[in-house]
């Protein structure tokens, strides 16, 4: 059924109709575009600082910002990717004719090409003096913005798009209007590029490893699943690009890094979307202490690159990005927060005695490791805003992780947190085929089949290891909420352009 058209919208479609009457295509195939409105700006700046200044001629396009008419003579302003330049146009120059087109049929959002010379005028503000125009695209429904509109000599004002469920829904509306989001996504791409200067100057080799898995590991999520149709077979969209990384290390690729898309059927929150971007890095024969003067070295290095500075501000906080970090071993933090030891409960039965004591209700079905990491979320997590790595993981919420010498129930494994949210996660890599194989099948014993710390039996990367895989470190990160951290935003929706969303049919 065709949606119903607003007053607004029927008016802008009566103005593509005379348009095309007088021979006008609102929509034309081709623009001539000579320049950004910054590089005719710069252009002209040169040519104004030079002894001899020579004229700048230029044609520009963008979306049509301000009119303002006064007369024989208009003011606008258009926007393109680069910034806003103003126009100027004059019926002496164009003719009162093809100004008062101008005036009439174009509104605020279309697309419009201006060719001219560029000058500044009295009040000091470059301007392009327009010798000749043409639409691009005409806007039929107009942009929201707090603007006055008359339409039939009605005067109709439409609400500014700050609804954050409307802008996540129609991001292209949210990015025309508000140039704050268009700035986030200028940070996310220099953060990204930041990152990846850092490793390839660290002689890392950038690689892609398969989205569609057979099996899906390398971390503690419920995947997403799907099916070949020609190959009869069910497959998995990736949780982690960790355990195909690490063959590559076996392969002899001894740094490899991979930024992409992961997908996790999981709840959705202020940090969790479904489908995320992560970083993911080995390096062979090094370990979590390495790994860790490598991360904040990076992230730091990423800050200064984007922001200029370390020191970034965050939910109210000002946090130094500085290294060194803060270390804290699990345990202690964990003393000091929650009030328990978690080595003096090493059972089930004793941890959640332990844990009824200090008031908390936990789940009497969960395995020890789930405890544990239960009252990191709880207690401790929230109390981490300065950068903190906090070290030292169970063994059995840590299945890739090699364990501390002498200390066969504790990993080699970290976690970053800043601004009380974990960053990053990163592991002394176990590299031992026998060892691994005999976690993922005490992780299938201890665990329920519909667990998401479950982790299923991996054959091709137990044959991969038994190859032989160097010792080493692993390191992994989401990009999205290090771009919540570098732009001071507090849910996952605002960094990422199109955040998935309930169907308006479920709410």
């Known amino acids: 059924m065709e ?104 509104d605020l959002g279309d697309f419009i090409q201006a060719s001219g010379t560029v000058f500044r005028t009295r009040t000091g503000e470059v301007t392009l003096q327009v010798q000749s125009f043409k639409m691009l695209a005409k806007a039929l429904t107009p942009l929201p913005a707090a603007k006055d509109e008359v339409v039939d000599g009605e005067v109709i004002r439409h609400a500014a798009l700050t609804d954050p469920e409307t802008r996540f829904r129609q991001r292209y509306a949210d990015l025309a209007v508000n140039p704050e989001v268009r700035e986030i996504f200028r940070v996310r791409a220099a953060t990204v590029a930041a990152l990846r ?19 899906y590991g390398g971390a503690a999520a419920k995947p997403f699943v799907t099916h070949h149709n020609q190959l009869k077979q069910d497959l998995y969209l990736r949780i982690s690009f960790e355990l195909y990384l690490k063959r590559l290390l076996v392969g002899g690729l001894d740094r490899v890094y991979e930024i992409g898309r992961d997908f996790r059927n999981e709840g959705v929150s202020f940090k969790h979307n479904p489908e995320f971007t992560q970083l993911e890095f080995y390096m062979a024969y090094a370990n979590y202490l390495s790994i860790m003067q490598m991360t904040e070295e990076m992230i730091s290095f990423a800050s200064g690159q984007v922001l200029g500075t370390q020191k970034i501000q965050f939910n109210g906080h000002e946090i130094d990005l500085t290294p060194p970090w803060r270390r804290l071993s699990l345990r202690q933090g964990l003393i000091e927060t929650a009030g328990i030891d978690i080595d003096q409960f090493p059972e089930v039965e004793s941890l959640l005695a332990a844990m009824r004591a200090k008031g908390m209700n936990p789940n009497p079905h969960a395995a020890w490791g789930k405890l544990v990491d239960g009252m990191l979320g709880d207690f401790l997590e929230p109390t981490l805003i300065q950068p903190t790595f906090l070290y030292d993981y169970p063994r059995d919420i840590s299945p890739l992780a090699k364990s501390k010498p002498g200390d066969p129930q504790t990993v080699e494994r970290f976690e970053g947190f800043i601004g009380g949210m974990e960053l990053c996660n990163a592991f002394t890599e176990l590299n031992d085929p026998l060892d691994q194989e005999a976690r993922f099948l005490e992780m299938g014993r201890e665990y329920a089949a519909d667990d998401e710390e479950r982790h299923p039996m991996d054959e091709d990367y137990l044959r991969a290891m038994s190859y032989g895989m160097p010792p080493s470190g692993g390191f992994g990160m989401g990009i999205d909420r290090l771009v919540m951290l570098l732009t001071d935003h507090h849910s996952i929706r605002e960094v990422i352009l199109f955040p998935h969303l309930r169907s308006r049919e479920e709410e």
């Open 3 to 106: 949606r119903e058209r607003t007053a607004l919208e029927q008016a802008r479609l009566e103005k593509i109709q005379r348009l095309r009457e007088h021979g006008i295509e609102p929509y034309p195939t081709r623009s001539e575009v000579t320049h950004t409105t910054a590089e005719a700006r710069a252009l002209f700046e040169r040519e104004e600082a030079s002894a001899n200044p020579n004229p700048v001629a230029a044609t520009l396009a963008g979306r049509l910002r301000a009119v303002r008419p006064m007369g024989k003579i208009t003011f606008a302003h258009i926007e393109d990717g680069s910034g806003r330049i103003q126009l100027f146009f004059r019926a002496n120059e164009l003719g009162q004719e093809a100004l008062d087109g101008f005036n009439h049929e174009y």
């Open 197 to 215: 200067r850092y490793l390839d100057a660290q002689g890392f080799l950038e690689v892609e490893t398969p989205i569609l898995q057979p099996i």
